[in-house]
């Protein structure tokens, strides 16, 4: 299925979870949603992706069946685990830019 406004494929499990959606808010009062249980504080922020990288992010979260914001957090975690500290690279960094200038 392609969604008319965006032209893009509409995942089956997405379509799955309207009809589902619409059965439990028929046979229920209030949708109950799922506690969200975090170790800390979130905050949303913005990031301009180029539109590949975002589809390839969405598609790998419904292949997974997970939410891309999981995949985003989990990916940022590694990479910024792998970075060499700034104390460490060779050259100086730069107060105005915070670049390393060499």
């Known amino acids: 299925m ?7 494929a509409v995942p089956a ?4 979870r309207g009809i589902h959606r619409e059965r439990a808010l028929a046979s229920y009062a209030e949708p109950v949603a799922r506690p969200k249980v975090y170790e800390e504080e979130r905050v949303a922020t913005a990031v301009r992706l ?5 589809e390839q992010l969405h ?3 419904d292949e997974r069946q997970v939410a891309a914001n999981l995949l985003v957090v ?3 975690e590694t990479f910024l685990a792998q970075l060499t500290p700034v104390d460490q690279l060779t050259g100086t960094v730069s107060q105005a830019t915070g670049t390393v200038e060499r």
């Open 2 to 8: 392609v969604d008319p406004g965006s032209g893009w």
């Open 50 to 54: 180029p539109r590949s990288l975002h």
């Open 74 to 76: 989990k990916a940022l």
């Open 59 to 61: 598609e790998a979260a």
């Open 13 to 16: 499990r997405v379509q799955a």
